[in-house]
């Protein structure tokens, strides 16, 4: 059996007033995937939201290596998260998560 091969995204997420927290962030990321891609692609990208700092906007997100580019697409389309307007970010890509935060 192959191993998947995971990768490691930094991002920040510029909010308008209030502070989101983890759970709104994931949610609101997954439920974009599943619209956009479905219900196998979603499970299969193995999305998992790793770090969310709600006062700096920044995080960490992993997923497998070949679902990389739709998971970042998911993630630049969400305009709103509850009432408040946001703004995705991607900064650097990673096989590590030691690479990340050099």
């Not at 490691?8 to 997954?30: M, P, R, T």
């Not at 939201?49 to 389309?77: H, K, P, R, W, Y």
Request: glycine share 8%; charged share 25%; with cysteine.
């Amino acid at each position: 059996m192959n191993k998947t091969r995971r990768r490691y995204l930094s991002f920040y997420l510029h909010s308008e007033d209030a502070k989101l927290n983890d759970k709104q962030l994931g949610a609101a990321i997954w439920e974009n995937m599943l619209s956009l891609f479905g219900e196998v692609f979603t499970a299969d990208s193995k999305f998992y939201l790793m770090e969310f700092d709600g006062e700096t906007g920044a995080g960490i997100l992993q997923c497998t290596s070949s679902s990389l580019d739709n998971v970042i697409t998911s993630a630049v389309l969400i305009g709103t998260i509850g009432k408040n307007q946001v703004l995705f970010e991607p900064k650097k890509t990673s096989g590590t998560i030691k690479g990340l935060k050099k």
